[in-house]
């Protein structure tokens, strides 16, 4: 097996500089492979990092629910050693109607950076176009890259990010599963998605998708059957069916049931299959408890592994000697 990451002193020429982490699409392979070899440093030699960003400001503007993203990311900015406010979002102009672009330009006057969790994806790119300061997507309607960054850290501790992985995403197509297909498609490796006809991801992702693996030789399918899907997988990944802004709907429930990640459909995966989930879970719904609490699950090395993929992206960012 061969890991995806790379040497942290590799040729730097080919890891360029970002000024924002919207989306992996603005990501290559290599840059990809960087942060996730970075992420490992964190976890190992963390402290070796302390005070890397002092002096920066970085706030954290959420108009969505969130424990993980807004944990780990304060976490990662105090352990870095930089400034981390957090804004309560209803107590801003912009709930009284101050545009994104004028807020933008005022957040650049004081701040070095900005993580953003929203609906329209559109709303995170104008704020990182209309400010030079970098802005970090913590989850939009389109994507969640933070997530996808995380787990594709967590899949190579595993040893298992290779291009011999049979990974499955089950369920609702969302803005997780979008991002993860653009990290797979980038770094060359397969993706199944199983999942009822009418929750597929949008004909735009697909196409994207499917330009970049023609070109990294990885290949996407759309599997309806869920036995199908999950046969021989190594890894089973599920998220919420509903997810934050979307409209509670019994239909989406109801034809996305086979689909949900139990033990009986666990049983043709392979027998030490890994269960992914980015968490929260919607327990005995997309996931059982009986799995989501397995020796299969993989879900608390996911989630204490956003500490470390976030602290990788910061220094990445903010730090001028990366
Ligand atoms: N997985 C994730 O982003 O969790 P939170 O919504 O709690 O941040
Ligand atoms: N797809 C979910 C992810 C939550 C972390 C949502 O957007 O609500």
Redesign the pocket.
């Known amino acids: 097996m061969h890991d995806l990451k790379i040497d942290l002193e590799t040729d730097k020429s080919i890891i360029k500089k970002k000024k924002d982490f919207l989306t992996l699409k603005d990501y290559s392979k290599e840059e990809i492979q960087y942060l996730l070899s970075l992420s490992s440093e964190m976890k190992k030699n963390g402290s070796l990092y302390d005070g890397k960003l002092k002096g920066k400001n970085i706030a954290m503007l959420f108009e969505?629910h969130?424990t993980?993203?807004r944990l780990s990311f304060e976490v990662a900015i105090s352990q870095l050693g930089g400034n981390c406010i957090y804004l309560d979002v209803s107590s801003l102009q912009i709930k009284r109607g101050e545009t994104i672009e004028d807020s933008a330009k005022i957040f650049e006057m004081y701040l070095d950076g900005l993580v953003i969790r929203t609906f329209e994806h559109q709303k995170a790119q104008t704020f990182a176009g209309c400010s030079n300061i970098s802005v970090i997507n913590g989850?939009t309607?389109l994507y969640?890259p933070c997530?996808a960054l995380s787990d594709l850290f967590t899949i190579s501790e595993l040893g298992l990010l290779d291009k011999d992985l049979k990974f499955t995403w089950l369920g609702?197509c969302?803005?997780?599963s979008n991002s993860l297909m653009i990290g797979f498609a980038k770094l060359g490796i397969d993706i199944s998605l199983g999942c009822s006809p009418e929750y597929v991801p949008s004909r735009d992702m697909l196409e994207y998708v499917m330009g970049i693996s023609e070109k990294s030789g990885s290949r996407i399918k759309l599997i309806h059957d869920p036995v199908e899907a999950v046969s021989g997988a190594d890894i089973i990944y599920t998220?919420?069916w509903?997810?934050?802004?979307?409209k509670d709907s019994e239909e989406k429930i109801r034809k996305l049931q086979p689909f949900q990640i139990n033990k009986k459909l666990l049983k043709y995966a392979r027998p030490e299959a890994r269960v992914m989930h980015?968490?929260?879970a919607h327990r005995e719904q997309e996931i059982t408890s009986e799995v989501l609490d397995s020796k299969h699950s993989i879900v608390w090395q996911q989630a204490e592994n956003r500490l470390y993929a976030q602290k990788a992206l910061l220094v990445y960012l903010f730090s001028e000697n990366m």
């Open positions: 969505k969130s993980r993203t989850l309607d969640h997530q609702d969302n803005n997780v998220d919420v509903i997810s934050m802004g979307d980015c968490l929260p």
